[in-house]
């Protein structure tokens, strides 16, 4: 299956060293995801009106400037691209949609990975710690991170069934465990108008997420009723523009723990993942419970959408830095 | 209008309803329980019969027999282990409890098996100190129950197999009825005497291939890195599955067919759930190969070998050995037709008998009363096994020597044709007239 | 006092050394450092042997547990102490799921939280936790003692045999077949005992008993749904 891992950084002072923290954390799950990498990193956000694309394309030299041409032509807009590795990022203040459907139509070949206005995914199949090298994500700044090791367990082992899996504008998820239903919840969704590139249960939970965020739903919500739509052992870590939110299954057989200091949150299916981090063994260290959405970030989620028809009780949060942390419990029917 | 001359259809059996499935819908109407007996599925399933080899001829030639050597021998767990396991005959005696057997019969494998040169395998409730003494070579298998787990056994087995399932019942657990826990099974398993054991279906303290490395990684550090660790697992998913075992760390790769017994579960679970032994050995083969993986973790295939041909046919398609359960226990007496009055006083008759979690088994192999196990008497029955393991291999020799092959895993799909469509595209040979492969 | 640096021997190294000692040996004080929440620290041992692990483990710290007494100073992975048949583990701080998981004897001492499981399948260990456990506790635990000062999450002692559970706090819900149970004198000097071995200064008379009401023991499809 698979090592998650998610690093927020509180103290701004620590974002030049992003990247630097990060990478021991994804080398550590190496044995529990051997056959590829993901990251999502959180850094440089556009302003508003612009919008950052995560492309990649099979080829380790795609011409991405003649892309940005075509799509400032095509938008009548500004686009330029910065080519890392297999990926490259694109930048442009063209309207969102017609920059999707012109990569759609005219550019078949490049896959889009994630977007949003500070997220860049990156991932490829191989070691973690190459993988990581190959994305230049040493050097890397910004507020934080979250990535992902790959021992494939019902589909292929491809860069497309790699993990992260965008779900909308800045979001997106990792997942370690093994969805039950997903073959049907996929023909649902396909029904729905969301598409799929692959046979992986995770991509099904991503799509699930971006549909009902499309409808309105708060992230929050989406994972609640993640619990009631999703069968099978997850636990999820999802990237948000703030932070990144973690939940569990019900039934929680798949390790999970959270550590925190002054200066970071973190999260990983293994402590050793975070052991690395500065301070790691006077962080306060704890497991997130099963069927309980914990979330960080600048921000609290939208808490009104919980009330109602799924019973959920608002639950303050346990001991710790309550102004930036909320965690809400699913009462189980 | 009838009368005595009209002509009547004749009474008409449903296909659908046959007598057994309505035997079966008043038993269940009468009771309000489950059917649970022993042994595997046995229904007509695509198996081994349905493939034949293509013995030597104008193209290729055979080898005599007697002086041109046809080797048997097989080494299980070189991928890690400093002492892997070096079996003079590629068949193992499966996994079966003490418990589910009489001790007696414990022992009758351990004897059959050593003077074939072969190993045998604890079950579903621990290691008795009869097996040890009597098996030279002995596979301590590692349940989700952890009956009778302890760190002594663990460094006195020869190899571990961790059970992720069997043949079966893939995604079920153990069971003992009541009246087979007696005292020293009860005492060995913590359980109270005479109670029905429920067991878990999951192992207690880990899920998925991820964390299955972590453990194997303390299996292997608790015994020194010794020993070859397997893992077995059910017939059901298994391409995926094998390149999983791979993945967590395994030595050995024990894949069991729906045909594979148990002592006692749903004979739902055994029908309806798990894929034929044939179907399942190709797909873990070729996880092996993608893998580079083929002869370096050795697969194991068991689920209704039967004779010599079964053994060179699953080795043909690619498994490194196989392992035998209800065969070995055939071969030592049980539904022997002898005690034919026993089994109608049971309300069966032999060769239909798998009431085992009854235990009142007349050959008291599978029972635990005293005066029933009695009959057994392992050094005869450990011999008969013997002698049935040896013909098996003289029969997968002569079968390998037909063949040009100078060692039987020198046997490859390619000596192979199929009966039936269904076997053609399971086994992955061609269609017996034709180079039609189904499915590829 | 012997330290082992983990981190610059590795883990083969120091189970090596802690399993090879001469039983005659004098060298029985060991100091693990920098375990780093490394797995299968200290598993197998067989000696009476004292070890003090510095810092954080990973899972199944002190598996198998033979004799020793094992003491981590921070927090444990999954499965500590798991399959323990003698001895005693202690985690000063809390521990994962599936803590004890089916460990046959000795006793395992939690002075913080356990997670989901504590003490599953259990077969004869004594498990005394200082807080809290999770969901799914005693899970089909066979023989043994646990005792939770704490609360308990849902589902506890689902499919209980003979283990005996002592609770003082909150219980979420009970499993299938576990019910509360009458606090005899003998219960109460059991606990007593086990809570002095604990070190633990909890009043006994705070704890209400819990085990099988032994109604699965026999298949009845009356309780189909308990399965």
């Known amino acids: 299956m698979c090592g998650i891992v998610g690093l927020y950084l509180k103290n701004d002072a620590l974002r030049p060293e992003l990247g630097r923290l990060f990478r021991p954390m994804l080398e550590e799950m190496t044995s529990r995801g051997p056959d590829s990498a993901g990251v999502a990193i959180y850094r440089d956000p556009v302003a508003e009106g612009s919008t950052k694309y995560s492309l990649a394309h099979a080829s380790g030299d795609h011409d991405w400037q003649a892309l940005a041409d ?97 779900t909308g ?61 999703l069968d099978g052992f997850f636990t999820f870590c999802v990237g948000t523009s703030e932070g990144f939110a973690v939940l569990r299954d019900p039934i929680a057989c798949k390790h999970a723990v959270l550590a925190e200091t002054d200066d970071w949150v973190a999260m990983a299916t293994e402590y050793r993942a975070i052991a690395t981090l500065p301070d790691a063994e006077q962080a306060r260290i704890w497991e997130p419970r099963p069927s309980t959405v914990y979330s960080w970030g600048d921000t609290g989620l939208e808490v009104d959408a919980l009330a109602g028809a799924h019973g959920a009780a608002l639950e303050n949060a346990r001991s710790g830095t309550a102004d930036n942390r909320q965690a809400v419990t699913r009462t189980p029917h | 209008m009838h009368t005595d001359d009209t002509p009547r259809t004749l009474p008409r059996h449903s296909a659908t309803f046959d007598a057994y499935t309505t035997s079966e819908i008043r038993r269940a109407a009468s009771t309000g329980l489950y059917e649970i007996r022993g042994a595997g599925a046995k229904r007509a399933l695509p198996h081994f019969d349905d493939l034949l080899f293509l013995g030597a001829s104008i193209s290729r030639y055979p080898l005599e027999g007697y002086r041109e050597r046809c080797g048997t ?73 952890r009956y009778g787990m302890n760190p002594d056994d663990l460094r006195k087995a020869d190899a571990i197999e961790i059970v992720v399932g069997q043949g079966a019942k893939p995604g079920g657990g153990g069971m003992l009825l009541g009246q087979k826990i007696n005292a020293r099974v009860a005492k060995m398993r913590s359980l109270p005497e005479g109670i029905d054991q429920r067991s878990a279906c999951r192992h207690p303290d880990w899920t998925g291939p991820d964390d299955l490395e972590i453990k194997i990684l303390e299996l292997r550090e608790i015994t020194n890195w010794e020993k070859p660790v397997f893992i077995k697992i059910g017939g059901s998913r298994p391409y995926y599955d094998t390149a999983l075992a791979v993945k967590s760390g395994a030595d050995v790769i024990v894949l069991d067919g729906m045909q594979g017994g148990t002592a006692a579960t749903q004979n739902v679970f055994i029908e309806h759930v798990g894929q034929p032994t044939l179907a399942c050995i190709r797909p873990a083969v070729q996880a092996l190969q993608e893998l580079d993986m083929h002869r370096k973790v050795q697969l194991v295939v068991s689920g209704g070998i039967r004779n010599g041909a079964d053994v060179a046919k699953a080795l043909a398609l690619g498994a490194d050995a196989v392992s035998v359960g209800t065969a070995a226990l055939i071969a030592m007496g049980d539904n022997d037709p002898r005690f034919e009055d026993e089994y109608r006083a049971l309300g069966t008759t032999a060769g239909a008998y798998d009431a085992w979690h009854e235990g009142r088994d007349p050959a008291g192999i599978t029972t635990q009363i005293p005066e029933l196990a009695s009959r057994l008497d392992p050094i005869a029955a450990g011999r008969r096994l013997t002698n049935y393991l040896k013909v098996m291999t003289l029969e997968a020799q002569t079968i390998a020597r037909a063949c040009g092959k100078n060692h039987v895993h020198n046997l490859e799909p390619e000596d192979l044709c199929a009966l039936t469509v269904e076997a053609a595209a399971m086994a992955r040979v061609p269609l017996a007239g034709t180079s039609w492969v189904p499915g590829t | 006092m012997n330290t082992l640096d983990l981190g610059t021997l590795g883990l083969r190294e120091v189970n090596r050394k802690l399993n090879s000692l001469d039983p005659g040996a004098n060298e029985r004080e060991f100091r693990i450092e920098n375990p780093m929440g490394g797995h299968a620290i200290a598993c197998g041992l067989t000696l009476p042997l004292n070890v003090a692990i510095a810092g954080h483990v990973g899972f199944y710290c002190a598996g198998m547990n033979q004799q020793a007494e094992v003491t981590i100073h921070g927090h444990a992975g999954v499965g500590v102490g798991e399959n323990m048949m003698s001895g005693t583990v202690l985690v000063k701080g809390n521990a994962s799921q599936s803590a004890g998981a089916t460990a046959h004897g000795g006793l395992l001492v939690i002075e913080g939280d356990a997670s989901s499981r504590c003490g599953i399948s259990m077969k004869g260990v004594d498990i005394v936790v200082g807080g809290s456990v999770g969901h799914m506790s005693a899970f089909m635990a066979q023989t043994g003692n646990l005792v939770i000062c704490g609360d308990a999450g849902e589902a506890l002692g689902d499919s209980i045999y003979e283990a005996r559970l002592y609770v003082r706090g909150d219980i979420e819900s009970l499993g299938a077949d576990c019910v509360e149970k009458e606090m005899a004198p003998v219960h109460l000097d059991s606990l007593t005992e086990l809570l002095q071995r604990a070190g633990n200064k909890t009043n006994p008379a705070e704890f209400r008993r819990f085990g099988s009401a032994r109604t699965l023991y026999h298949f009845d499809i009356d309780h189909a749904d308990a399965y």
């Not at chain 1, 969102?96 to 759609?104: K, S």
């Not at chain 1, 860049?120 to 990581?132: A, H, M, Q, R």
């Not at chain 1, 494939?152 to 497309?160: F, W």
């Not at chain 2, 070189?78 to 007696?104: C, D």
């Open chain 1, 70 to 166: 075509d799509i400032a032509s095509a938008c009548a807009a500004s686009a330029r691209a910065r080519p890392i590795d297999t990926h490259a990022v694109l930048i442009s203040d063209a309207d969102e949609a017609q920059v999707r459907a012109r990569l759609a139509e005219h550019h078949p070949d490049v896959r889009l990975v994630g977007s949003g206005r500070s997220v860049e995914i990156f991932k490829e199949t191989g070691l973690p710690k190459d993988v990581y090298s190959r994305f230049d994500l040493d050097r890397a700044e910004g507020s934080h991170m979250i990535g992902h090791t790959r021992m494939a367990t019902e589909s292929a082992v491809t860069t497309a069934g790699s993990h992260p899996f965008a």
């Open chain 1, 169 to 229: 504008a800045d979001l997106c998820l990792v997942h370690n465990g093994s969805l039950s239903n997903h073959n049907r919840l996929r023909e649902e969704l396909v029904r729905r108008g969301l598409s799929f590139q692959t046979e992986n249960d995770s991509e099904v939970a991503a799509a699930y997420l971006t549909w009902k965020i499309r409808q309105g739903v708060s992230l929050t919500r989406a994972l609640e009723d993640a619990l009631d739509d």
């Open chain 2, 73 to 145: 021998e097989v080494t299980l767990g070189t991928r890690f282990a400093s002492k892997p396991l070096e079996l003079k005959i590629p068949i193992t005696i499966a996994g079966m409890s003490f418990g589910s057997l009489s001790g007696q019969a414990k022992e009758a494998l351990g004897r059959g098996a050593n003077a074939a040169g072969t190993s045998t395998t604890t079950g579903d409730g621990g290691m008795t100190p009869e097996e040890r003494e009597h098996s030279r070579l002995l596979v301590y298998q590692y349940l989700p129950s």
